[in-house]
């Protein structure tokens, strides 16, 4: 039987403050990813994290190409804190060009992390993939931890502590 191949997908134009509105109404939890170089300690507000590897231990993080810390990080070993609901205001400081506001570094390891986060993984780069105006940037995990606390979620636009 012989089958007619189907047709191409029709592009479609797609308002990215549209696209991005839809994208809010998936709930996440909300990390900040930290780095240390010549410069001093810097971080930067993450919402697209997750697990991907317990063999070898990998995760992924996606940074926008056009944050002022994108070449370093991309340069340096870097940690993931999961931030508990009490971070916004450090969520805030890493998300604004601002940058107002200096979180609390935890430094009692190698690498630099948010104090009191629920979750923390250091990582090594392990691999990088273009995404459009972001990198997918996986991690191989070389240390990591947990504490009590309820999460710090990002829906909508908002910041929000779950609990």
Known sequence: ?????????????VDPR?????FSRFATGVTIVGFEDED????LTVNAFTSVSLDPPLLLVSIQKSSRSY???MRSPFSV???????????RSFASRERTG??????SSTIPRIAESIGWFE???????DAGDHTLVIGRVTQFGVAEGSPLLFF????TALG
């Not at 549209?18 to 839809?22: S, Y």
């Not at 001093?40 to 971080?43: K, N, P």
């Open 40 to 43: 001093g300690t810097h971080g």
């Open 71 to 73: 070449e370093r990080l």
């Open 123 to 129: 990582c090594e780069h392990y691999a990088h993939h």
């Open 102 to 107: 200096t979180p609390e570094w935890d430094r």
């Open 156 to 159: 909508s636009g908002n910041l």
């Open 18 to 22: 549209e696209l991005r509105a839809a």
């Open 1 to 13: 039987m012989i089958t007619a191949p189907a047709p191409a997908p029709t592009l479609v134009a």
């Open 81 to 91: 804190s999961v931030l508990a609901g009490g971070h916004s205001a450090a969520a």
